[in-house]
């Protein structure tokens, strides 16, 4: 072996094997150190040789290293990890290859590249091991830099984030409050000389407000937040009634028409990156709605070979190559594992389609169940904005809305309140959640709830749990709760939904979207709860016969007509005593058939009248109203059935 100096131990033939191997492994200016195997217990394995480079490396003579065990390199800098590896490798006398931080002489540590391979003597039979160490010193400093100077790249980067974020945040609070200032500006009738200065002052807050909307969003992205999330199930009818109600109003009030349709044949619901998928939208349709003075905007889903086409249509001009939104839309589509194909319409407009991964999703026809080009003709044909309503008036459906509003910004509240009693509804504010809780679970059901996810005292996921256990408890209907956050999507968002929130809105909510809230009622989030459980009623009531069944759901028919409309005789007279005993008698009976729907039906309309609040429980019979009628059909399916 070429100038290895190493004791008698080695023999001729054992040398001319190590010979071999060095120039099967060993590259130029290796150190090579040979140790004897023995039984690997310390002062085994024990260095009977090695050439002048492993000197040089370790800044021992080989006096000093003879003898040893390699365990002389080491400290407590070296990875356990490592070492174990090394270990178990010698014990199995296998080769191994590896990078391990040593220690020389003098104190200073190194790191080597090493390959260990085990040899046998021919003459001896003894096992040795020989390695070959290169010193890869510098490249593993230039590594250890580059890695610290990209961590401190990227918490400079998500410092800038948050900074960003914050400036944003503390422009929408203001900017939200002029924006509802000059909506309600707007509802007033203003003469013909204001009306063209307020609309003009709207459009340019508003396009301010998606300005400032959009920049926490470059800034996390450029932090490094566009690395794709985990795939999560998403119902394609929630998804789109959430885009309806994020976009129809201002589409609306932009002259335009705005439709959200799916193409028969897709699945529920698919697994996917859900708030990477809600920006994506966000961010065509937002471009859209820039582009597109007359006409419409139409979103489509549609499915291809394990692909969900997204595509949103749009009646407005040629879409510009380059800009923040069309920038946003390309890294935002990027995460997803997609890209955004751009195309120009020969009857004017574009097109904007992605092809998103969705395993398993069939191709369906190209079509959805509304064409998207009558939705942009039907659009084409709406007259430019009429001037505004007059305010709603006291006596209209909103007034007899009940509004919670629970925000821990007094600006907030207050823009709120106005905005609200502008629409006729009646409002409650309050500035914590624990004063939340009292008043929704201790006064008559409010039809909408608006609550700031950061509440103080008790914060909104906690609040609205303590509402859903309440609703739960005492058998009411599942309260309307949007909570009100700095994104509508992200960790707040997704953990204000989880806790029991309907939807999250992004601050501030306009006025636009408290129209559609409330034009929605309380059944917006109500779940669909089937009128009758058979199976749970036959096993209660020990029938095995559907024809039984069928002839207790007749008795119970007979007699609900009746109640019903003894039960608004006696709200339109208010009269309490009459109304609470029809409420007592129809209770029993819906308990009796399992009518659980019916059952939580009943709960408002009892409080409305235990309470004297009269209006609100002739508001609650119409909910009483479309259960009675789910049940009347599901008896006479059940009935026919038999």
């Known amino acids: 072996m070429s100038k290895l100096i190493a004791e008698s131990a080695i023999s001729p033939r054992l040398r001319h094997r190590l010979a071999e191997i060095e120039t099967l492994v060993a590259q130029d200016g290796d150190g090579i150190m040979v140790c004897e195997a023995g039984d690997l217990a310390p002062p085994y394995p024990r260095i009977v040789g090695a050439n002048d480079e492993q000197c040089r490396l370790t800044g021992y003579p080989l006096a000093a290293m003879l003898g040893q065990s390699p365990r002389l390199f080491q400290s407590e800098d070296t990875s356990p990890e490592t070492r174990a590896e090394i270990r178990s490798a010698l014990a199995n006398r296998r080769k191994i290859r590896t990078e391990i931080l040593n220690r020389a002489r003098d104190g200073e540590r190194y790191w080597v590249d090493m390959d260990i391979v085990p040899v046998i003597d021919p003459d001896s039979g003894q096992l040795f091991f020989v390695s070959f160490q290169r010193d890869i010193t510098r490249r593993r400093r230039l590594e250890e830099e580059r890695i610290e100077a990209l961590a401190r790249a990227e918490r400079a980067m998500a410092g800038r984030a948050d900074f960003i974020g914050a400036v944003s945040r503390e422009i929408s609070r203001p900017l939200g409050a002029i924006l509802a200032g000059l909506e309600l500006l707007e509802r007033q009738q203003p003469g013909p000389e204001q009306r063209p200065l307020i609309a003009g002052a709207l459009r340019a807050v508003r396009s301010l407000g998606d300005f400032v909307d959009w920049l926490p969003d470059i800034a996390r992205m450029d932090a490094g937040a566009s690395i794709s999330g985990a795939a ?37 619901a698919i697994d996917i990156d859900i708030p990477h998928l809600r920006q994506l939208v966000t961010c065509l349709i937002e471009q859209a709605l820039r582009e597109t003075d007359q006409g419409g905007i139409a979103l489509t889903l549609e499915g291809g070979d394990d692909l969900l086409w997204l595509s949103v249509h749009d009646s407005g001009a040629a879409a510009p190559a380059d800009g923040l939104l069309p920038d946003l839309a390309e890294r935002l589509a990027a995460t997803l594992g997609a890209v955004v194909e751009t195309e120009a319409l020969e009857s004017g407009g574009s097109t904007r389609r992605v092809a998103l991964p969705a395993p398993g999703v069939a191709a369906t026809h190209r079509r959805p169940a509304v064409e998207w080009r009558h939705a942009l003709r039907a659009g084409a044909q709406v007259e430019p904005i009429a001037p505004p309503p007059p305010p709603a008036a006291t006596g209209g459906p909103v007034a007899r809305l009940r509004v919670l509003v629970a925000s821990a910004d007094a600006d907030e509240r207050a823009t709120l309140a106005r905005q609200l009693q502008a629409l006729g509804a009646r409002v409650d504010i309050v500035a914590n959640g624990a004063q939340a809780l009292i008043l929704a679970t201790s006064e008559t059901p409010y039809d909408l709830v608006l609550a700031d996810f950061d509440l103080p005292v008790v914060s909104g996921a906690d609040f609205v749990r303590g509402l859903r256990t309440h609703e739960e408890a005492h058998g009411l209907p599942r309260g309307h709760v949007v909570g009100m956050a700095e994104q509508a999507q992200g960790p707040a968002s997704d953990e204000a939904r989880t806790a029991g929130m309907d939807r999250v809105m992004a601050r501030p909510v306009s006025l636009g979207q408290l129209v559609d809230l409330l034009s929605g009622g309380d059944d917006d989030g109500a779940p669909a709860l089937p009128p009758i459980d058979v199976p749970g009623l036959k096993a209660r009531l020990d029938l095995a016969d559907d024809l039984d069944l069928a002839a207790v759901l007749a008795v119970f028919a007979e007699t609900l007509d009746q109640l019903e409309a003894d039960l608004a005789a006696a709200v339109d007279v208010r009269d309490a005593d009459r109304a609470l005993d029809i409420l ?51 008896m006479d399916a059940i009935l026919e059935a038999a």
Do not use: M, Y
């Not at 929630?238 to 193409?263: K, M, N």
């Not at 709960?603 to 049940?631: K, Q, V």
């Open 232 to 268: 999560t199930p998403l119902s394609l009818d929630d998804f789109l009634d959430d885009i309806r109600l994020q976009f129809s109003g201002e589409a609306s009030r932009r002259g335009l028409h705005f439709e959200a349709t799916r193409s028969d044949g897709l699945p529920f």
């Open 584 to 634: 007592h008698v129809l209770a029993g009976q819906a308990k009796d058939i399992e009518a659980r729907p019916l059952l939580s039906a009943l709960g408002p309309c009892r409080l409305a009248i235990g309470n004297g609040d009269w209006l609100f429980a002739t508001r609650t019979l119409e909910r009483l109203a479309t259960e009675t009628a789910r049940l009347r059909q599901a």
